[in-house]
């Protein structure tokens, strides 16, 4: 993966627009700060919070993410192993979503995030200047 990619800023949880600093304060299995968004990126200052409720909007993409899980159970149960009961199909993606939820809550975020904050070359080196001064 390459820097410079949403992609890359997505699954390393980096900054949307320097790809250095961190996204959030914590990791996503940190059950204290679940989620929880830093204020601003450490490396180019970029606020991450465009306006107040910026994150409601990850909710679209926390719902999208749950139904990607569920089909991805359903379909691997139904095609890969023969004659598996709806009750053991409803247990596994009860269980994957306790057991992904926070992950899928943070990654939501991170990709909201990048669905409005471009990638800026360029931000690197204003961070660098502002870190060093």
């Not at 890359?8 to 250095?20: A, N, R």
């Not at 600093?21 to 996503?28: M, R």
């Not at 909007?57 to 569920?70: D, I």
Request: hydrophobic share 45%; glycine share 8%; charged share 15%.
């Amino acid at each position: 993966m390459k820097k410079g990619t949403k992609i890359y800023s997505i699954l390393h949880f980096k900054c949307p627009q320097c790809q250095e600093g961190a996204f959030l304060i914590s990791t996503p299995y940190d059950l204290r700060k679940l989620g929880d968004v830093r204020e601003e990126c450490d490396f180019c200052g970029l606020k991450y919070a465009k306006e107040p409720g910026f994150y409601y909007g990850a909710m679209y993409v926390s719902y999208g993410l749950g139904v990607v899980l569920f089909v991805t159970i359903w379909a691997s149960c139904n095609w890969f192993f023969n004659d598996v009961s709806v009750w053991l199909q409803i247990g596994l993606v009860v269980i994957f979503s306790i057991l992904l939820g926070p992950y899928l809550f943070a990654l939501s975020k991170i990709i909201w995030a990048n669905l409005f904050i471009k990638y800026d070359a360029h931000a690197k080196l204003d961070g660098q200047a502002k870190t060093h001064s």
